[in-house]
């Protein structure tokens, strides 16, 4: 026994050598593939151009269905003033380009998708493949922190002019710094973040775990019309999901100066003491119909962008 496992034992200690040696070669390779900055900045170019053009093709859409749903919330009884009857399209859509342009919130689509996308590709790269879905969570969760830079003091616009405080967008930014100061543009940002966090990681998790299973079932790649219907359900089911803490964001960037509330929780309090809880769930038909019909045309616009972009890539 003592004679064979010395003649054994340099042959088992060359085959372990030499597979630990093929292993190490190995995760080098996967390693230095996956951390190419290269492909990282390529992903981030793909998804930020990407992300702009879908930004802009939801904003300009549906911008009217975004009043109707911030009037509903703001508590304030838009249905039966002149300025509502003035005609709500036409504040919509005039608003609607002007905040385009002045106000940029394509910015914030490119810089979310931007971040979105590198992050998600590191996280799939690190976790397991069964926590695939925690994965897709995170990456929303940190894409979503990264745009709140750009998306708050454009929320925070948008909604003043959606409650006709300000007629355009410049005005309105003028107005907001020199009566509230800069932080004014910031408005609710703790509120926006408690929304819009968890939203964009169900929101995107739920839309990734649904066409990975939809392109297992098909063994194909998606159509754009396939990638819009699943698209559609996320943002539905996310935006139901999140209407409360929707109108609480709501409520604090609409209040400007007046400091009706003191915080989130004084919002809260406030809201279910004078209103009843249910007001929390105020302006849910408008929200899940634009982010049912906003998740369609998002991820519809966005993968077709993001497989021309790619296309024009240089192959390696």
């Known amino acids: 026994m003592a004679i064979n ?4 034992l340099p042959e088992d200690r060359l085959n372990f ?8 070669s190995k995760a080098i390779a996967s390693i230095s593939k996956q951390q190419n900055p290269f492909d990282l900045l390529r992903i981030l170019y793909e998804g930020a151009v990407s992300g702009a ?27 039966r003033t002149d300025h509502f009857e003035r005609s709500l399209f036409r504040i919509g859509w005039k608003s ?4 385009t342009v002045s106000s940029l919130d394509f910015k914030a689509s490119a810089i979310f998708i931007g971040v979105y996308e590198p992050a998600k590709r590191k996280l799939l790269d690190s976790f397991p493949e069964n926590l695939s879905a925690l994965a897709h969570l995170t990456a929303g969760a940190i894409g979503g922190a990264a745009s709140s830079i750009v998306r708050v003091p454009t929320e925070v616009v948008k909604q003043r002019m959606q409650t006709c405080q300000f007629s355009s967008a410049p005005d309105a930014v003028l107005l907001i710094v020199a009566k509230e100061g800069f932080r004014g543009l910031y408005a609710g940002y703790g509120s926006f973040l408690l929304r819009d966090l968890p939203f964009d990681a169900i929101q995107f998790c739920l839309y990734e775990q649904l066409r990975m299973g939809y392109k297992l079932a098909a ?6 019309s396939e990638n819009a219907m699943i698209g559609a359900f996320a943002g539905a089911i996310t935006g139901a999901i999140t209407t409360p803490l929707d109108v609480i964001k709501t409520r604090l960037m609409v209040q400007g100066s007046a ?10 309090k406030t809201i279910a003491r004078e209103e009843g809880a249910s007001t929390l769930f105020k302006g849910i038909g408008p ?7 906003g998740g369609s045309i998002f991820f519809g616009v966005l993968e077709r962008t993001k497989k021309l972009v790619a296309a024009k890539q240089p192959v390696d």
Do not use: F, N
Not at 5 to 8: H, R
Not at 259 to 268: A, N, R, S, T, W
């Open 5 to 8: 496992s010395k003649t054994e």
């Open 219 to 224: 063994k194909r790649d998606l159509k754009d």
């Open 96 to 99: 609607s380009w002007s905040l």
């Open 53 to 79: 053009a879908a930004g802009v093709v939801v904003e300009a859409a549906l911008y009217p269905i975004d009043t109707i749903k911030t009037r509903l919330q703001a508590g304030s009884s838009w249905w």
């Open 17 to 24: 050598e030499a597979l630990k040696s093929h292993h190490k």
């Open 259 to 268: 400091k009706q509330y003191e915080g989130i929780l004084h919002c809260v």
């Open 287 to 293: 929200r899940v119909l634009w982010i049912g019909i």
